[in-house]
């Protein structure tokens, strides 16, 4: 068995042990040879714009904005969990968007009247002018109420079918 | 809380609500300002006509001029007309049947027909530099009689058309909502959220309410495919005959309950065409008082929920 001395000096000696000078050229050169592990190194700032800078921007943009993307996904997940089964996440009674809903469909149902009562009224004036083009001529009376008719057809919005045949019964009337 | 729900509430407007119509606008520019200017030349003839430093023969010709002018713009308008109703009708989802296939290709052809005969009168007048007033008031007379025996009632047909068609997309969305509510509805009285029946009520109420504007939509879909499609079939005949009598009998008890003195006698067609609009009219109002309904339904819940 060794005594404590002479393992302290065994230790000792072990200090000396260096590599072998030519092994450690051939491994220094071998990994400075060899390609790098990620294929993307950061680029050095001072050097020139390389291809290798193009990809490290763009992968770096990519992770930032997949881990900004995962954020958001994750954010809204849990707000919509919360909410989804919080007894009083009501979506269908949601206030706003049943106002909403029925102003648009009111806006659709007032067009689509207007649409037509203006086509109506376009329609019988057409008819009107014809009338004028036919007869001897166009006389006082037959132009003020064509030119009466113009407010009539311009103030149309929101009028029912009713109301603007008794329009235009009276107009007809007038000129008869 | 609150302002999630807008946010949730603005996304559900603008991809649920928006995708469905196409908002078009109410008046075409383009007609107004054809009518204007057909306006502008008869206010010109008039003064021209009144004018008594000028001779009777510049009068004359100012007359064939300005009434041959009025007559190409009229015939400018129906094809405007027949233009804007023509691009509402490509807008239309017809319903995938051969009855609805022959009455969209019935419509767009007499639409065409109409297009065809207005360009082609259009075309003779400005080919023909030496037409007299006589012969102008021949023209203007025979477009005068083909508009009202063919051309008003085409345009009218196909806005019936298209006005019960929409109708049915807004009834659709109205529909999306009432399931919606219906199921917030069946958790609120699961969950014993109140002990109130009011929004049960009043639940029923809007689907009453959708159920006849539905049915009244239905209605009026029913009329205008026997109406403006196989009108050869004897069912078809049969419908409409039956359909005449009892709006002619309605028609005369209104009539004969008036104080109106003027009595004339209705024409078959145009008491079914009033009869399909006043469907649409109501299955419409019908429709606005359901929204009504639920905007309260609304109310009620957030004050017995609060």
């Known amino acids: 068995m060794f005594d404590d001395d002479t393992i302290i000096r065994a230790l000792q000696s072990l200090r000396a042990i260096e590599p072998d000078k030519d092994f450690s050229k051939k491994s220094r050169l071998l990994i400075l040879a060899s390609p790098h592990k990620n294929g993307v190194q950061e680029p050095d700032i001072t050097g020139d714009m390389n291809i290798n800078t193009g990809r490290w921007i763009v992968v770096r943009s990519l992770r930032i904005a997949s881990f900004t993307a995962v954020a958001i996904f994750l954010s809204v997940a ?87 045949n008794n329009q235009l019964n009276t107009i007809l009337q007038q000129i008869q | 809380m609150k302002k999630n729900t807008i946010i949730i509430a603005s996304f559900l407007i603008l991809f649920g609500i928006t995708v469905p119509f196409s908002f078009a606008s109410a008046q075409s520019p383009e007609i107004n300002q054809k009518l204007d200017e057909t306006r502008g030349k008869v206010e010109q003839l008039v003064k021209i006509k009144d004018n008594s430093s000028l001779s009777e023969q510049d009068k004359a010709n100012a007359e064939i001029s300005i009434k041959r002018e009025v007559l190409l713009n009229v015939l400018d308008l129906a094809q405007l007309q027949i233009k804007t109703v023509r691009t509402k009708l490509d807008d239309v989802i017809f319903p995938d049947t051969e009855e609805w296939s022959a009455i969209k290709e019935k419509l767009y052809n007499a639409l065409d027909a109409a297009r065809d005969y207005y360009s082609t009168t259009e075309s003779d007048i400005n080919d023909n530099d030496a037409l007299t007033l006589d012969d102008i008031k021949t023209v203007a007379s025979d477009v005068e009689q083909h508009k009202i025996d063919t051309f008003d009632a085409t345009v009218r047909n196909v806005n019936d058309v298209i006005l019960t068609f929409n109708v049915g997309d807004v009834l659709l969305l109205a529909q999306d909502r009432l399931h919606k509510i219906n199921s917030d509805i069946t958790k609120i009285y699961a969950k014993r959220l109140t002990n ?6 009043m639940f029923f109420a809007a689907s009453r309410s959708m159920d006849q504007a539905r049915s009244l939509d239905d209605k009026a879909k029913e009329i205008l495919l026997n109406v ?6 004897p069912s078809s005949k049969r419908f409409i005959d039956n359909l005449s009598k009892t709006l002619m009998v309605d028609y005369l008890a209104t009539a004969s309950s008036s104080t109106s003195t003027e009595q004339t006698s209705p024409d078959k067609r145009a008491l079914i065409e009033n009869h399909i609009r006043s469907l649409v009219v109501k299955s419409l109002n019908y429709i606005k008082q359901t929204y009504a309904t639920f905007i309260d339904m609304s109310k009620k819940a957030s004050s017995l929920l609060q």
């Not at chain 1, 001529?137 to 037959?142: E, K, R, V, W």
């Not at chain 2, 403006?228 to 079939?233: N, P």
């Open chain 1, 78 to 164: 849990i707000y919509y969990a919360t909410t989804q089964f919080s007894p009083l996440f009501l979506p269908g009674l949601d206030q706003s968007s049943i106002v909403a809903e029925a102003d648009m469909v009111d806006q659709k149902i007032t067009i689509e009247v207007e649409q037509i009562d203006h086509f109506s009224a376009v329609t019988k004036e057409s008819n009107q002018l014809l009338d004028g083009v036919t007869k001897s001529s166009f006389d006082h009376l037959n132009s003020s109420a064509i030119g009466s008719e113009t407010s009539q057809i311009d103030g149309l919005s929101g009028q029912s079918d009713t109301q603007l």
């Open chain 2, 196 to 201: 109130s029946s009011t929004l049960k009520q």
């Open chain 2, 228 to 233: 403006y499609g196989q009108d050869t079939s």
